[in-house]
């Protein structure tokens, strides 16, 4: 059978030819209109009938369903840190990036130190690249997403209760060190060295420093039926350091510059250092103090209803103000025998586990929502959430607080 002639072609295809052509050209014609200044009434018609109508269930567009070689123009994209070949980040010191934040104050041979002459510094237990958690390598941490926690948004939480996903972290996790002690070793970053930052936060109240000292008992299942809070523990202490950009932003609190939960940083430690270890939960404001941790992978039962669900901090919480930091310290031992439980089947499968941890100010009124990350984590397959002393042979990075803090 041949192929047609020209003479024989169906006008149809002309036709189809003639319009995509048409199309080609209004497009070309409407975005040069629109690269010019306009008002929106202007925008709209030069715009014409170009864009989707889009129906709510139309969330994403996947890879193939769009023109990659039409000219978009991107404006205000989140800035990605450029990495080498190897994953490590390339030279040059981004204050608002979580891996360059942790190379410059921790990492660097010249890194600058303040505390007690003589004491350790923080930074003792291995981290890496931050990465998604799934793709982390055993027994280690990196920075988490702040990104990835459902919190709370506005208006009128109470009734709605509505929540979206949170803005990127304040604090950057910059180090962490895990101790075994006995008894519990409370204000630790009192005697440990810290990182000397390049800034000032505008407050009286908010340090550009934040250390999260968690302390877990380590007596066994015993410790779900009663509180042994001065018994042998092991200590999580994680040391944050902000992102310039939110600490830029208190010099704007009185000018509407900041977001909602800066506000919320600046009240709370304003106010939850002054209150006593006594309250309820309505009004004392040193508990609005949020635990998230959210187990990653199949979970046993007891785990799984209680997973990636906030607890609120209250007796169990103690703050220290220091030399440019404030330190939260946090003893599971004090929490609820429920609570108890369902954390103690969470740690005790850490070692086969990966857990995203976050802190966040509970904001209970409009003009402090939507909620935003404190600060967070990822720890991936730990080995040393054991009491068997043996553990330090293995893992020397494990440190023995009782022969280190003498």
């Given amino acids: 059978m041949g192929c047609k002639s020209s003479k024989d072609k169906d006008p149809s295809l002309d036709m189809e030819d003639s319009e995509a052509t048409e199309s080609v050209r209004r497009r070309q014609n409407s975005k040069v209109k629109m690269r010019t200044a306009k008002t929106q009434e202007e925008l709209d018609e030069a715009c014409e009938d170009l864009f989707l109508d889009c129906d709510d269930e139309m969330t994403q567009m996947h890879p193939g369903e769009w023109d990659c070689d039409d000219d978009f123009e991107y404006v205000d994209a989140d800035y990605v840190h450029p990495v080498s070949a190897s994953g490590a980040p390339c030279e040059g010191f981004d204050p608002n990036d979580e891996d360059s934040i942790r190379e410059h104050y921790i990492l660097r041979d010249d890194a600058e130190w303040v505390g007690p002459a003589g004491a350790p510094k923080c930074g003792s237990f291995p981290g890496i690249t931050r990465c998604d958690v799934k793709q982390m390598g055993g027994n280690t941490w990196c920075p988490g997403y702040g990104e990835s926690f459902n919190l709370r948004v506005g208006p009128n939480y109470k009734k709605y ?148 669900k906030p607890a609120l901090i209250t007796k169990d919480g103690r703050l220290h103000r220091g030399n440019g930091y404030v330190e939260m310290d946090i003893n599971v031992a004090e929490w609820c025998k429920m609570a108890r439980s369902s954390l103690n089947s969470m740690f005790c499968t850490v070692p086969e586990r990966a857990l995203s941890i976050a802190h966040v100010i509970e904001s209970r009124e409009d003009e402090h929502m939507p909620e935003q990350t404190l600060a967070c984590m990822q720890i991936d397959c730990l080995e040393c959430f054991t009491d068997d002393a043996s553990i330090y042979k293995d893992h020397p990075d494990l440190l023995d607080a009782n022969e280190v803090f003498k």
């Avoid at 005697?191 to 380590?218: A, H, R």
């Fill in 161 to 308: 209760g509505k929540k979206s996903a949170s803005r990127e972290a304040i604090y950057s996790v910059v180090s962490m060190d895990v101790m075994r002690s006995n008894p519990p070793i409370h204000h630790i970053a009192s005697k440990m060295q810290l990182p000397k930052v390049d800034f000032t936060v505008n407050s009286q109240y908010v340090k550009p420093i934040l250390v999260v000292n968690i302390i877990l008992p380590l007596t066994g299942p015993d410790w779900t039926f009663s509180t042994p809070s001065d018994g042998p523990s092991l200590q999580m202490v994680a040391v944050m350091v902000m992102k310039e950009k939110y600490a830029k932003m208190f010099d704007h609190l009185q000018t509407g510059g900041a977001y909602p939960a800066i506000h919320q940083l600046e009240e709370y430690m304003r106010v939850a250092p002054e209150e006593n270890e006594d309250g309820c939960k309505a009004d004392t404001y040193r508990w609005r103090w949020k635990f998230i941790g959210r187990a990653e992978g199949k979970l046993p039962s007891l785990i799984k209803s209680w997973n990636g």
